[in-house]
């Protein structure tokens, strides 16, 4: 059986990582442990970053009556991770949770960052990171805000039952009403002062997040794949849905995304286009063909059933993506993006809820989240196991997953901190395999994976608390690189920058070629491979990692500085032939780095 199959290579990822990962957690305390709690005046701990500028939730984003949020409910002793979502009466309003003014998501266009929340979405200009500057907000409830930008277009899930059409603040009353909306927004920001919406694709179970798609083979249209992981809606409410068993209706609204087609040249017509069933058993025909749901045997984590993704990343270029999907880590190919095929799937007995995924830059790795606690509860104690909560790291290797190694933020964390993997990016060093990832209330860090075998963290940043008593759901949502520095959503808070500082494990001619390569979008789930403009620099970032991991004696590192100090091109050129040889005699990352460094030389000119 395929699903038998997926369980058993879970299995084999346990017993590598153990191995790996060890006791990481119970590593002496680092500054990051027992910092002060406070909503405002939180005690910091940074490491290799440092904190440029940081912005509060302007109005309309927060309760004036609990500015940080309310105390989450106590757990329950026997509550499950992995639970699926409760049953929801939409007439009613919803329950609080602490996020109905959460900051959560974010997307970027050339100087300007859109800020999703809860309750709509900011526009701040970042001309100036150390200063961003408010443009303008827009309140349009419906959790949970996940944003994406394509030219003039922004797009915008919504999930809740108390989402409108026409962005109300009222919510919905009738149990069953056209003006609730849940699906995924389209907005006109040509003029991003006043963003106007233009569409609002109805879906059946409302979109948690999207996933942007440009297909490099169709100009006319831009993709959407949705993302739904709540209740399903009724039929009454929107033709065709169903929340039934696949065994007792084959047309059910579980067990797929959704594909929306949007024409460029007419948005307003944006549609669902398909609605594959990626988790299908190719043998039996059964939708319902990956993880069932429930733990892996005595000791291990009860895990959702796969019929739902939480996030999908995408790598057009190389035809890729790669599926979170609750109970599955999955590989699919997107070469035609309207009719996605599966081409490999892993399952974990450590993880509770398969959440996220990112690609390295050359598309041979990606590292997929564990959300266990669903986000909201504290799992980066002492106590907690540090394969729970955390990242797998996986080689692509023949359009296949190979697992390699776990990576946990490892400095532990209070019961009143919301702790676990969440939304990160790469970092983009020439030569290295570089992530920076938000952890709630963990803060943030920055690890190097370029060893898929062997993450180490390289920095990092952390506040206390919101709460010294009570734990209130907070810390960073997401934490992205765009063109030089970090930026960081958090919940309660508001926005931070970070900018990046050179270390032993970091060089300045490092982050000085990261920042070299710049975007005029970003979208953190749309990967597109980095490339690196003719810049000294940049060769003597990859000259860096050569002396750091002595693959390159002193003498011909110093006659490399020397020639492009002088800017010899000649000399350069020369150097470059000697490189090249002797990458044809290296192997793996030494031998990626002395091609990197022979072809970032001669790419120089006098």
Known sequence: MKR???????????????????????????????????????????????????????QGFFDPAAPVGVPAPPEKKEEEDAKEPPKEDPARP??????????????????????GNFNGFNVYDISTPAKPRLISSVVCPGGQGDLSVHGNLLFM???????????????????????????????????VTKPKQIAAVQTCRGSH????????????????????????RSGEELAGCSGSDPK?????????????QVPLASPEKARIVNRPRVFADPSSGSIAGLWP????????????????????????????????????????????????????????????????????????????????????????????????????????????????????????????????AHNGSIVPVPGRDVMVQAWYQGGVSVFDFTDSAKPVEIAYFDRGPLDAVNLIVGGFWSSYWYNGRVYGTEIARGLDVFRLTPSD?????????????????????????????????????????????????????NAV???????????????????????????GRDAARLKGLAAAVTRLRP
């Open 561 to 587: 500085r020397e020639a492009l100090d002088r800017k010899d091109a000649a000399r350069l050129r020369s150097l470059a032939t000697e490189i090249e040889k002797d990458a044809s005699a290296a192997t």
């Open 505 to 557: 494990q970091i060089s300045q001619h490092e982050l000085e070629a990261a920042a070299l390569a710049r975007v005029d979008e970003f979208n953190a789930q749309a990967q597109a491979r980095v490339s690196w403009p003719a810049n000294a620099v940049v060769a003597r970032a990859y000259l860096d990692q050569l002396t750091r991991g002595n693959a390159m004696s002193a003498e011909q590192a």
């Open 94 to 115: 919803p329950r609080r949770t602490g996020l109905e003014f959460g900051n959560s998501d974010m997307a970027f266009r050339r100087n300007q960052l859109f800020v």
């Open 157 to 191: 899930s919504v999930e809740e039952t108390r989402g409108r059409v026409d962005c109300g603040t009222g919510g919905v009353q009738q149990t069953v009403s056209p003006e609730r909306f849940r699906g995924v927004r389209i907005f006109d920001i040509t003029d």
């Open 4 to 58: 038998v199959g997926a369980a058993v290579i879970g299995v084999t990822v346990v017993v590598c990582a153990l191995a790996m990962q060890g006791s990481a957690q119970n590593a002496a305390p680092d500054p990051r442990v027992g910092l002060k709690a406070g909503a405002r005046d939180a005690g910091q701990a940074a490491r290799n970053m440092e904190v440029v500028a940081s912005v509060p939730k302007p």
């Open 293 to 420: 749901g429930g733990d892996h045997g005595p000791g291990t984590q009860k895990t959702s059933a796969t019929n739902k993704c939480h996030d999908i990343t995408v790598f057009p270029e190389l035809g890729l993506a790669a599926g979170a999907c609750s109970g599955n880590g999955i590989l699919l190919d997107i070469s035609d993006p309207v009719h996605p095929v599966r081409l490999d799937q892993v399952a974990d007995k450590n993880f509770a809820f398969w959440h996220s995924a990112t690609f390295n830059n050359d598309g041979t790795k990606v590292i997929f989240t564990d959300e266990w606690g669903g986000g909201t509860r504290p799992r980066c104690r002492a106590s907690d196991q540090p394969t729970w909560g955390a990242d797998a790291i996986f080689d692509i290797v023949d359009r296949k997953l190979k697992f390699a190694s776990y990576y946990k933020m490892p400095a532990p964390q209070t019961d009143q901190e919301n702790c676990v």
């Open 248 to 260: 007792d209706d084959p047309n059910t609204s579980l067990f797929s995304i959704d594909v929306i």
């Open 209 to 232: 997040t999207h996933t942007l798609v440009v297909d490099p083979h169709d100009s006319e249209n831009v993709y959407i794949y949705g993302s739904g992981t709540s209740t399903v």
